[in-house]
C-alpha cells in the first residue's frame, strides 16, 4: 500500500535526565569483572532520575521540546498519547500529567498505551492511523514515549536500566513518512512483567532474549516474503531495534541473518554498517523501555537525506512486536533534535556508585 503524502512525523524531540552513572563504576560497587557489563552486554551509561524527575517530567521535556520545532499552533494537537510502562497511576493516564504541564485541554482525545516497550509505538501508529482514517480532520497529534527503567538492586537488568523519552508531532512529514504497511507478530509469555504494586518488574532474561529473537525473525520473515532478502534489506540505510542492552540487538540480528539465509559474514556487515551506528545514543542512556527504540530511529533519521529509507524493529515483553519501514522527509538531514541530546549529554552529571546507592535508598530490599 502506498504511503499516505500528508501524514508522518512533522517534528522529534528527545529528553534524557540530568544524571547518568557509568556501568564500570556499578560494576565495582557489584564485585563484577566491568567486561561483563561492557563488553558481555555492549552496555555504557545509565540515565537516572534524580529527584523530583520521573517520565512525566521527561514527556514534558521532550513534547515542549517536539512542539517548539513544529510550525503548528497548538489549539491544532487533537490527540496527545503516551507510551508508557512506568504509569503514576492505575486510572489517570500520563497523558493527563503531561496536558496539563503544557495547557492542552479541549477537543482533544488524551489517553496512555501500554505494551512494555512496544507501547510507544503503538501510540505513533494510532496517531498515524488517526490521520490516515480521516477521523483526525486535519488535526495533528502528539506522541510520546517515556520510561525510566530501574530493577531491583542486584539484579541481572541492574546495569541495562536507563531513562528518557522521545516526542513526536505527527501532521506533515516534513521530518520522515512512515509506510502503512507493517509487520507485527505476537504470542504471549511471561519473560518480563510487572504485577500491580510491584515495584520492579520480574524477568525472565533468557526467555525474553528468546522471545525477542523469535519476534525478530518472524517479522522479518514477514517483510521480504519470498523476494530476495539482500536486495530488501539493501533498500535501507539503517535498522533500528529496541534496544534493551546492545547485545540483545546483536543476537536479534544473528536470529534474523539465519532466518533470512544470510551467512555469518553478510550478517556481520549488516549489523555493523546499518544496525550498530544507531545505538550510540542508547549506549548513553541505557534502557528506556518506550523510547529506547526511537532513541535509536532518532539517530538514524537526523542527517539522511529525502527520500532515504530506514528500518524501525519494536518489541514489547509479554509480547508484542511490529517492523516499521519510515522514509527521511526534507528536514530530516538538518537533524534538529540532535541539540536535545547534545545538550543532556553536556549538561548531565555523571555521578558516582555511591551517589547512585543514596538515590535508591529506600529501595534496599524490595522487589
Ligand atoms: N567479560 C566479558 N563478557 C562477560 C564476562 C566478562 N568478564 N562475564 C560475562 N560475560 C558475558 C557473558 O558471556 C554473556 O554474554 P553472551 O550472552 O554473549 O554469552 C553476557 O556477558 C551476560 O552474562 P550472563 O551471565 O548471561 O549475565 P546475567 O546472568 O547476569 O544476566 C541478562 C544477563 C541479560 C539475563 C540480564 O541482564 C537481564 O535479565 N537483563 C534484562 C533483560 C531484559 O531487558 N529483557 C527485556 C526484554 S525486552
Known sequence: MATSNRTGIASIGVQLPPLALSVEDLARIRGVDPNKFTVGLGCREIALCP???????????????????????????GMIVVGTESAKDMSRPLSAFVAEELGLSGAIRSYEVKHACYGGTLALRQALEWRWSGAARGKAALVIASDVA?????????????????????????????????????EPAFDFWRPVGQLFPSVQGQLSLDCYKKAAASCFREMVGDRDARSVLGEYHSASFHVPFPKMVVKAVQAVGEELGLSAE???????????????????????????LWLSVAHALAGRKTGEKLLAFSYGSGFGAELLSITAGELAEQG???????????????????????LRKDHVGKK
Request: hydrophobic residues 45%.
Open 336 to 358: 534538529a533534535w540532535v541539540a536535545d541530546v547534545e545538550a543532556d549529554l553536556a549538561g548531565r552529571t555523571l555521578c558516582s556508585a555511591e551517589r547512585y546507592l543514596e
Open 266 to 292: 553478510e550478517t556481520k556487515t549488516f549489523f555493523d554498517s546499518k544496525v550498530d551506528p544507531t545505538m550510540v545514543w542508547n549506549r548513553r542512556a541505557g534502557n528506556c523501555y518506550t523510547a529506547a
Open 51 to 77: 529527584e523530583g524527575w520521573d517520565a512525566a517530567t521527561l514527556a514534558v521535556g521532550a513534547a515542549r521540546r517536539a512542539l517548539s520545532r513544529w510550525n503548528g499552533d497548538l489549539s491544532r494537537i
Open 150 to 186: 530501574l530493577y531491583a538492586l542486584e539484579d541481572g537488568g541492574e546495569p541495562t536500566q536507563g531513562a528518557g523519552a522521545v516526542a513526536f508531532v505527527v501532521d506533515e512529514p516534513h521530518v520522515a513518512h512512515v509506510d502503512v504497511d507493517t509487520y507485527a507478530y505476537a
